[in-house]
């Protein structure tokens, strides 16, 4: 039956604490300026997680789609083989390709070849 005393007294100061809270947040928003997002806002969107407007998302995208077209033009220039079933980087050819291009270059310093 004590508890129900307890609990007679600690809602009501319960209450009041928040009412005050509620009111000291509201002044300090009207005094400061401040704007309080709410948690809706905060949720990340999953075509733009960052957070970009409109802009700079649409830059962005276009920089990811170009470097995306690079690396796969750079990526198809790497000479493969099958080796066990699996497809491997030819190390070998890349050598080979590497010391050709450096024989040019060390032709006449202007990238023509030696005859």
Known sequence: MSWLII???ALPILFGLLFVMTKFVRHMKEEQNMEIES??????DENNPVGLSGKELESMKMQ?????????EVIAKIPVEEKDGRLRPAFDKMK???DKAS????????GAEKN
């Open 7 to 9: 609990l007679c007294f």
């Open 39 to 44: 948690f809706k806002d905060s949720l990340i």
């Open 64 to 72: 990811q789609e170009e470097a995306q077209k690079h690396l796969r």
């Open 96 to 98: 080979q390709f590497r």
């Open 103 to 110: 024989e040019k270059s060390a032709g006449n310093g202007n």
